[in-house]
């Protein structure tokens, strides 16, 4: 069973993540199929994307898939994996691709969200950073990834808190860039996709891609990259990594003792 819907009305290209059962978690077979939709609209041309959920849900994405999480105290959120892999093609894709969201959004689907390059979200949705409340650090790449849409001290607040926070208070930190109400929605970023389609389409890709590298340029020294390797690895050996992940799949509250 494929686990998103695509389509091509004119120049956009309309991609819908359908896992429903899951809440939209970011399994591999979920990235998989938006991979494949994504090279579908790059060899269709298409000039805009349009990432979504299904219509009125109550969760845009559920974040990474708890049960593909290793229990062997191995980090597995590498250069290769699926959601490491989605991020790329869609900043790398030639087009711009916009989020729309309805339903609230958790986890690594927060940076699959703010990884688009225009997002709109109804009014009364909240984005959490959750890893915090499983015992995982979150991957590196994505923190970077983070950094360069929301302001540190917001991004802080959301890291260690895992609580949820508003889409209008991340509007006001200019994260988000519409509020639309959910009548008004998907016509409202469909008009906006259309707009970019009628766009000259090279021009519109080389600022997509200067940017993206400009955006990227973060200095770091290979000395630092390696403490916060080490720093990574200790979570992943820890007691607490465990009980995080066992307490999310019984259903209970978790118990960390920061060892």
């Known amino acids: 069973m494929d686990l998103t819907q695509s389509r091509i009305e004119g120049l956009v290209g309309i991609l819908t993540m359908d896992h429903h059962a899951k809440r939209n978690a970011l399994s591999g077979a979920l990235m998989d199929s938006m991979a494949r939709a994504l090279e579908r609209f790059r060899a269709e041309a298409v000039r ?6 299904q219509p009125g849900i109550k969760i845009w994405s559920a974040g990474h898939d708890v049960n593909e999480l290793p229990h062997t105290r191995r980090d597995p959120l ?3 994996d699926p959601l490491r892999r989605i991020i790329r093609q869609i900043a790398e894709f030639p087009a711009p691709v916009i989020a729309l969201i309805e339903g609230g ?6 940076e ?3 990884a ?7 009014p009364d949705v909240t984005f959490a950073l959750t890893p915090a409340k499983l015992g995982i650090p979150y991957n590196i790449t994505g923190l970077l990834n983070f950094m360069t849409v929301m302001p540190l ?3 802080r607040e959301m890291a260690f808190s895992a609580e949820p926070v508003s889409a209008e208070r991340l509007r006001a930190a200019h994260v988000l860039n519409h509020l639309v109400p959910a009548d008004r929605i998907e ?9 970019i389609a009628g766009n000259a389409p090279l021009s519109v890709a080389t600022m997509k891609e200067s940017l993206r590298v400009l955006a990227a340029a973060h200095a770091i020294s290979p ?7 080490g720093a990574r690895r200790v979570v992943w050996d820890s007691q607490d990594y465990i009980e995080g992940i066992d307490a999310f799949l019984e259903k209970r509250p978790a118990v960390f003792t920061g060892t």
């Open 112 to 114: 699959l969200a703010l």
């Open 153 to 155: 001290p917001l991004l």
């Open 78 to 80: 590498g250069y290769d």
């Open 116 to 122: 688009c390059d225009i997002t709109i979200a109804v």
């Open 48 to 53: 805009a994307v349009i990432l979504r959920a």
């Open 187 to 195: 016509a409202f970023t469909m008009d906006l996709a259309r707009r």
């Open 223 to 229: 000395a630092g990259f390696e403490r916060l390797q």
């Open 105 to 110: 959004v958790w986890g690594g689907g927060c």
